[in-house]
C-alpha cells in the first residue's frame, strides 16, 4: 500500500509539474526539474526511511514541504496573488529568481539531510524508562494545582475586566480582546503557569498518580487557556508538544494512521479558530454575515495562508535572494542571536528585535505597505540574509548535525521534564524553523519555568528526606540507649 501511494503521488506530481512549467516564457527546464526535485526528496525520503515521530527531521521536513508547496502555488497564478511577489519590484527577471531560488531550496535540504544521517547511529533505542526520581508526589500536586489556581486566576481578571466574566462574548471578540490587552493595562504572565500545570500532571498521569478524568479536565483547562491568547500557531504547537509527552510512554514512536488521523484533527480545528478569529474581526468592524464572509474568503484561502506569509512562504525568500544584497546587505550573524534578548527588560529588547531581525528589516525595507507585523523570511532566507548562498549551504548542514546530536542524547538519557525541554526545542523551534528565522528563540522561556519547577520539588524532597533519615537516626539512638 505504502509502495502503490509513493508511486502515485509520483505521477501525479509529475503531471502537475510539467503543466505548471511547459507554456512559460523562460527558464521552463530548470523550473521543471527544480520543482520536480523538490517536491520529491521528502516524500521519498519518508518511503525509505523509517523516521520516529520524535526525530527533528520528521518535523523540520513536514514544514519544510509546505515551502515548496507554496511555490507551486504562486506559479499557478503567475504571481499575482502573492502580495509578497507582487506588490515589491525585483533587480532580475521574475523567472530567473524564481528558478534559483528552487534550487537554493532544494541544495540546502540536500546539505541538512545529509549532514543529519552522517552523525546519526543507525540504531537507536526509545528509553522510556525515566531515572529514577525521588520527587514527592505531595509537593508535585500542590504545585501542579498552585500553577493552575494563578493561570485561571489572571484569565478570570482578565475576562472579567475586559467583558465582566461574559467568555462567549470574550472568545466571540477574541481578535480584539487579545490585541488589546495592554490598552486595558492587562497582563497574561500568569497565563504561561498553565504550561507548568499541565506537565506537571502529565507527569502525574503517566506515573499513574492521578485518574485519568482529572487529567482530561486539566487539558480542557489548558487548551481554553491557550485559545483565549488568540494565538493560533502557539495553540496547536502547545497541543502538540503535549500530545507526544503523553504517547512516548506508550511506546508510541512512529506515524501511523491513528496518529496522522489525530494531527489532522489539531490542524484542522486550529484552522477552523483561525478563520472563526478572523470572521468576529470583520462581523465586528464591518458587519458581515458569515455567508458573505465565506463567499468572498473562501476562493482566497489557498493565498491567504501561502501567498501572505501565514505558512512558509516562497515569495519572501525569492525577494531576499534578489534584493538583499543590494538594499540591505549581508548582517554576517548580526540577526542570529538576537533572539537572546528575550531574557532583557522588554523596552531594550523590543529596539534589538526590529533592528536586528530579517523579518522586521525586510517588512521596514520592502512592505511597510502591507498589514500586519514582521514578516518571517523562512529558515532559507534568515540564513540567506546574513551569509548569502555559501551561508544557506552550510548553515543548513550544521542544523542537520546539531539537530541529530541532541535528539540522540535525549531519547538514550530518559528524565520526563528535560523531555518536556526537548519537545518545545522540537515544535516551536525545529517544526517552526522552515517558515520563521533561527533567533526565535522565545519558546525556551516556558520550558525553563517548567524545568525550574521541578529542579524545587526535587530540592525540597530531598531536604524532606534527608530531615527523615536524621530523624530516624536519632530515634534509633535513643532506642538503643533506652534498651541499654
Not at 18 to 38: D, H
Request: charged share 10%; aromatic share 20%; proline share 2%.
Amino acid at each position: 500500500m505504502k509502495t502503490i501511494g509513493i508511486i502515485l503521488y509520483i505521477i501525479i506530481d509529475l503531471y502537475i509539474t510539467v503543466n505548471l512549467t511547459i507554456n512559460l516564457p523562460a527558464y521552463n527546464a530548470s523550473i521543471f526539474v527544480g520543482l520536480l526535485m523538490n517536491s520529491l526528496i521528502i516524500p521519498i525520503l519518508f518511503y525509505i526511511k523509517k523516521i520516529s515521530i520524535y526525530e527533528p527531521v520528521f518535523w523540520f521536513s513536514a514544514y519544510y514541504y509546505l515551502l515548496i508547496v507554496s511555490a507551486y502555488i504562486v506559479l499557478s497564478d503567475n504571481f499575482q496573488n502573492s502580495s509578497l511577489i507582487s506588490e515589491t519590484s525585483f533587480y532580475n527577471n521574475i523567472y530567473f529568481v524564481f528558478s534559483k531560488t528552487i534550487w537554493i531550496i532544494f541544495i540546502g535540504y540536500l546539505f541538512f539531510i545529509f549532514a543529519y544521517y552522517l552523525v546519526k547511529q543507525k540504531y537507536i533505542i526509545f528509553n522510556t524508562k525515566q531515572k529514577i526520581q525521588y520527587l514527592s508526589v505531595g509537593i508535585i500536586k500542590l504545585a501542579a494545582y498552585s500553577t493552575l489556581l494563578i493561570a485561571i486566576f489572571n484569565f478570570l481578571y482578565n475576562l472579567y475586566i475586559l467583558c465582566d466574566l461574559n467568555i462567549i462574548n470574550y472568545f466571540v471578540n477574541l481578535a480584539y480582546y487579545s490585541g488589546y490587552m495592554q490598552v486595558y493595562g492587562l497582563t497574561t504572565i500568569g497565563y504561561n503557569f498553565i504550561y507548568v500545570s499541565m506537565f506537571l500532571f502529565t507527569y502525574l498521569y503517566i506515573n499513574k498518580n492521578i485518574s485519568k478524568y482529572l487529567f482530561f479536565l486539566n487539558v480542557v483547562l489548558y487548551f481554553v487557556l491557550l485559545l483565549s491568547l488568540g494565538r493560533i500557531t502557539n495553540t496547536l504547537t502547545s497541543l502538540i508538544v503535549l500530545y507526544l509527552s503523553i504517547i512516548y510512554f506508550k511506546n508510541i514512536y512512529f506515524i501511523d494512521k491513528k496518529l496522522i488521523f489525530k494531527l489532522l484533527i489539531m490542524i484542522i480545528l486550529t484552522l477552523m479558530f483561525f478563520f472563526f478569529r478572523m470572521y468576529t474581526s470583520y462581523l465586528r468592524v464591518y458587519g458581515i454575515s458569515l455567508e458573505d464572509f465565506i463567499n468572498q474568503f473562501s476562493p482566497l484561502l489557498v493565498n491567504i495562508l501561502f501567498g501572505e506569509g501565514n505558512l512558509p512562504n516562497i515569495g519572501i525568500v525569492m525577494k531576499i535572494i534578489d534584493s538583499w544584497q543590494n538594499d540591505i546587505g549581508f548582517l554576517f550573524g548580526q540577526s542570529i542571536f538576537v533572539g537572546l534578548a528575550i531574557f532583557l527588560p522588554s523596552s531594550i529588547s523590543r529596539d534589538l528585535v526590529i533592528n536586528n531581525t530579517v523579518s522586521w528589516l525586510s517588512k521596514k525595507e520592502w512592505y511597510m505597505h502591507l498589514h500586519g507585523g514582521s514578516l518571517p523570511p523562512t529558515i532559507i532566507g534568515d540564513l540567506f540574509a546574513n551569509f548569502g548562498i555559501a551561508g544557506v549551504f552550510l548553515g543548513m548542514f550544521l542544523l542537520g548535525i546539531i539537530f541529530s546530536i541532541i535528539y540522540q542524547k535525549v531519547v538514550k538519557n530518559m528524565n520526563f521534564f528535560v523531555f518536556v525541554l526537548y519537545l518545545f526545542f522540537l515544535i516551536k523551534f525545529v517544526f517552526i524553523l522552515p517558515k520563521g528565522e533561527f533567533c526565535r528563540f522565545s519558546f525556551i522561556l516556558i520550558p525553563v519555568m517548567i524545568l525550574s519547577v521541578y529542579y524545587l520539588i526535587y530540592f525540597i524532597t530531598n531536604i524532606i528526606i534527608k530531615t527523615r533519615k536524621e530523624e530516624d537516626v536519632e530515634t534509633n539512638k535513643k532506642n538503643i540507649s533506652n534498651i541499654s
